[in-house]
């Protein structure tokens, strides 16, 4: 039977350069998970601003980085600052760029919606009792909204790691494309390796993801 | 800006537009039945399947949609299984929405109390009216905006089939920025189809929402 | 007597290790009003939803018109539409109107003429004050109307009995009287009804026979003015008293 991959994937280092792979996609996301919630929670607690240009600005940003597929994005950063500002960003730099930027969108969106999904009653029995805006919010109104936040947000670093895969396509070298190198390297004497191998990356991507997915879920229904 | 290279790639565009769209629909149309018919059986609790839809469910929605591509494309043809590019493309598409779709009309279907079951059985309802004049109707509306949400969601994953070689609008820009290194002009283009594409679903998907959460039957 | 139209026979309901109905027997006759009374958690709700066969059922039978209705009848849907139901969350369908509502199962389930169907929907809609309201959503009627409606969608099907759940238990107060008055209506025209309610005096003026119901067995059996002037048992006594009052503030000045 002709190998799929399993010989190519025991042999050497093959097993652990793929991880080490993984290792720079979770690098990634982790940085920009870092960054993008807390800038995330200030641009979604300035939307709540009456103020119109920056809620008109802020808005325009939003919209247009959540409509705009990520793969897009990567490529305007990584092209484009070159070409506008004369940098020459590395592709892991450019995607640390994007996925704050992206995060920080999404982050505040989320913020957002938690923040407008508690009752006005909330804030009405709040003052009722004689609780001061500080006190409303830090006892009543944040602790309601993080608990719809946190499983959400927790979702948003499974989408991040997801999200990494992409940056394969401006050469930075991640599970892809280490996969990749592994399966020209061991053409000749593995032609199939490209089953296990791929599948293998598949299964890591799982691996990373669903604990995190499940984290989530986990606690979405013991706080609902 | 180049306004004669603009005009000059513009058919280019165009094309790959066509391709992105005729295949993110194709893939999204095949992701609501795949959806149905798994949330149909998660919803009445068919037993072996709901497990081999549970595990379908947390597969999809835990990788990428680009190493489910290379899986496919360069993967599967080692063992025999041999698809073209476009076709690979909508199954990754119908792969990934699949498990999206199922959970937005799973919601949609819990989100009706038994209650309302009830009452349709006290009017002597079989299984079948009672699902089809009373808990469909409602459970869609409520499913609507996740379901914009991921028809959305599809169309932007299509940004990735230019890594198995289909022509669409990123691989267009690509390639046009490294033949001739008009970043700029390759780029706005780029940017301008997807807006064609994705704004009118994103707009459409904010007013349906909107009706359904202000007014919601009756308006 | 009229014939037998409800028959309930050592009914036994049980929710896990939970005895919620314990040998239960009843028979209702045609066109008599059995009003069903009893504390929270006493059973009154599931003994209706048991009679619709919206509950398995452990032991005993329920017969409608002398046939057997269970979760495991074949012609339930049948049965089911000789027992009307009214809930007390009402259960309209939010995505139809008021008169599509009613329309729905007699026009699907009885395959009966849309035309006529909607002649006598608009007679029992004007019938209960809500003739205008025919078009309207659901959500745009107060819970009074939206019961209303939802007796009337009942009483469309023809049903040979009607069943209501604590109505007017998640109504307003200025709500409840004219959903009773409709029901009044209703046993006046001669219908069989079984009634589960708090209200007492309500009770008192539309029952044929009044049941205690408590901890799952049937404790009293009597007409209305037994039933609540001479209570046979210590228990019906105790549970009368929650519905009066004594005058607090008349008795301190006296004291004093």
């Known amino acids: ?224 | 800006m180049n306004w004669e290279f603009i005009m000059k790639y513009l058919p280019l565009y165009e094309k790959a537009a066509v391709l992105t769209v005729r295949i993110g629909l194709m893939g999204v149309v095949i992701a609501i039945i795949v959806g149905l018919i798994c949330a149909a059986i998660q919803y009445y609790k068919v037993p072996v399947l709901k497990h081999i839809v549970g595990i379908y469910i947390e597969l999809s929605r835990n990788t990428p949609l680009l190493v489910q591509l290379f899986f496919i494309y360069y993967g599967l043809p080692k063992v025999g299984i041999r698809t073209q590019a476009d076709v690979c493309g909508v199954i990754g598409l119908a792969f990934l929405g699949g498990s999206y779709m199922a959970e937005a009309f799973r919601s949609g279907l819990e989100a009706i109390e038994p209650i309302q079951a009830e009452s349709a059985m006290s009017l002597g309802m079989n299984r079948y009216q009672m699902m089809r004049y009373v808990i469909l109707p409602q459970a869609m509306s409520i499913s609507v905006p996740a379901f914009m949400a991921n028809v959305i969601f599809l169309l932007k994953e299509t940004s990735v089939f230019s890594a198995i070689s289909l022509m669409d609008l990123m691989f267009t820009a690509k390639d046009l920025i490294g033949l001739y290194y008009k970043t700029t002009e390759s780029l706005f283009l780029l940017v301008v189809f997807y807006l064609i594409i994705l704004l009118p679903i994103s707009i459409l998907g904010s007013i349906l929402e909107r009706r359904l959460r202000y007014a919601g039957f009756g308006a | 007597m009229a014939e037998e139209l409800l028959k309930i026979e050592h009914l036994t309901k049980k929710f896990e290790d939970n005895m919620i109905l314990d040998d239960v027997s009843l028979t209702v006759h045609r066109g008599e009003v059995i009003v069903v009374v009893g504390p929270s958690g006493c059973g009154k709700s599931t003994m209706l939803r048991c009679i619709n066969a919206l509950e398995p059922i452990q032991g005993g039978t329920i017969e409608i018109d002398g046939q057997q209705i269970s979760q495991k009848s074949k012609n339930l849907t049948e049965l089911r539409q000789k027992v009307g139901m009214v809930f007390q969350s009402y259960e309209l369908f939010p995505h139809l109107t008021v008169l599509n509502n009613i329309l729905l199962a007699p026009t699907k389930v009885q395959k009966r003429e849309k035309e006529e169907v909607k002649k006598e929907a608009m007679e029992l809609l004007d019938r209960v004050g809500l003739k205008e309201k025919a078009d309207s959503f659901p959500r745009q009627l107060s819970g009074g109307q939206k019961q209303r409606v939802a007796i009337v969608r009942a009483l469309c099907m023809h049903p040979e009995i009607l069943l209501f759940d604590e109505v007017t238990a998640a109504l307003d107060p200025e709500m409840v009287r004219e959903v009773l008055d409709v029901m009044l209506q209703l046993a006046q025209q001669g219908k069989t009804m079984v009634i589960v309610t708090h209200e007492m005096q309500f009770a008192r003026a539309i029952a044929d026979r009044v049941i205690f119901l408590e901890g799952g067995k049937i404790v009293e059996d009597a007409d209305p003015d037994t039933f609540f002037d001479h209570p046979q048992t210590e228990r019906a006594k105790q549970f009368l008293n929650v519905f009066t009052f004594e005058n607090v503030k008349h008795k301190t000045a006296e004291e004093n």
């Open chain 1, 1 to 224: 039977m002709p190998d799929l991959g399993l010989e190519v994937l025991l042999k050497g280092k093959n097993m652990m350069r793929l991880i080490g792979g993984l290792g720079i996609a979770l690098k990634i996301s982790l940085i920009s998970v870092v960054v993008s919630i807390p800038l995330g929670i200030l641009l979604g607690a300035l939307m709540t601003w009456k103020n119109p240009i920056t809620k008109a600005i802020l808005r325009l940003y939003l919209e247009f980085i959540r409509i705009m597929p990520q793969m897009v994005l990567l490529f305007l950063v990584y092209f484009g600052s070159t070409r506008a500002f004369g940098w020459d960003l590395s592709g892991e730099t450019a995607s640390i760029i994007v996925f704050i930027l992206w995060g920080t969108a999404e982050m505040s969106d989320l913020v957002r919606g938690a923040l407008s999904s508690i009752p006005k009653h909330q804030y009405e029995s709040s003052e009722a009792l004689g609780l001061s805006k500080v006190q409303t919010y830090l006892y009543i109104i944040i602790p309601q909204t993080l608990r719809r936040l946190i499983p959400l947000s927790i979702n948003l670093i499974t989408r991040m790691i997801k999200t990494t895969s992409l940056i394969l396509m401006i050469g930075v070298v991640e599970v892809l494309k280490v996969a990749q190198q592994i399966i020209e390297a061991n053409r000749m004497a593995s032609p199939n390796a490209a089953f296990g191998i791929y599948l293998a990356v598949f299964l890591l991507y799982f691996l990373a993801c669903w604990p995190i997915s499940m984290l989530a879920k986990y606690l979405e229904k013991r706080w609902k």
